[in-house]
């Protein structure tokens, strides 16, 4: 069962901010959300994670609602090698068992 | 490079053959995942092993199995394969079952003829 929705596909420009959304309505307490990104058929890769509050590394920004029910990566400065499958993934917390992902959402970045 | 390495990178075989697909995790770690994903699909994830033990169990098929050794390497293992087994089979390994980030490995391309 999906825990998350993202929109299939979304266009940034080159250099401007890409917003990815995710909407996770029916989130636990203990549950932590995650982001990874596929580029073309590489493996995936690890962007960032938060349970409750905003976070930031070298990468991302991920921005959580005080609900809880959805959260936006934020890719500051958006490059073309950062076009990939951005996967929003929701898990418990202290438990990597059986991480799913769902169908995520097509970033392309144009120049 | 994530550390997480699988042999082979491509293998093509017939059907109803068997195949065996390699991963090393990452120095350290404990923990495999195993995710198979078809063409135009997301990832599914199939089996995971904690320290050689089966710790969770996906949407494996019967035909497939797998194994984590005492060196924690890990091998899947497809048999009587069909055309739709053709796929990216993913590896990825974590410290243990508690958390944190999965490392992924480039995957092995197989495609059943």
């Known amino acids: 069962d999906a825990k998350t929705t993202q929109p299939p596909s979304m266009d940034c420009a080159e250099g401007r901010a890409a917003n990815l959304p995710c909407n996770h309505s029916?989130?636990?307490?203990?549950?932590?959300v995650y982001w990874y990104r596929q580029i073309h058929s590489q493996g995936p890769q690890y962007i960032i994670h938060?349970?409750?509050n905003n976070e930031t590394n070298e990468m991302a920004s991920l921005i959580i609602t005080e609900d809880r029910k959805s959260s936006t990566l934020i890719l500051p400065h958006a490059t073309l090698r950062d076009t990939a499958v951005y996967y929003c993934?929701?898990?418990?917390?202290?438990?990597?068992?059986?991480?799913?992902f769902g169908a995520g959402t097509r970033l392309t970045v144009k120049p | 490079d994530s550390g997480v390495t699988q042999t082979p990178k491509h293998l093509i075989t017939a059907t109803g053959q068997r195949v065996t697909l390699r991963c090393s995790p990452r120095?350290?770690?404990?923990?495999v995942y195993w995710y198979q994903q078809s063409l135009d699909q997301g990832l599914q994830f199939l089996i995971q092993?904690?320290?050689?033990?089966?710790?969770a169990k996906g949407n494996i098929l019967e035909r497939f199995s797998a194994q984590q050794f005492p060196d924690l390497h890990s091998e899947l293992n497809l048999s009587s394969l069909e055309l739709g087994d053709s796929a990216l089979y993913f590896c990825?390994?974590?410290?243990?079952?508690?958390?944190?980030?999965?490392?992924f490995g480039e995957g092995s391309r197989l495609t059943v003829l």
């Open positions: 990825a390994s974590s410290v243990d079952t508690s958390g944190g980030e999965l490392f």
């Open positions: 029916t989130i636990s307490g203990n549950e932590y």
């Open positions: 938060g349970l409750k």
């Open positions: 993934i929701v898990r418990p917390a202290f438990n990597n068992n059986d991480m799913r």
């Open positions: 120095s350290g770690d404990l923990s």
């Open positions: 092993y904690y320290n050689g033990e089966e710790r």
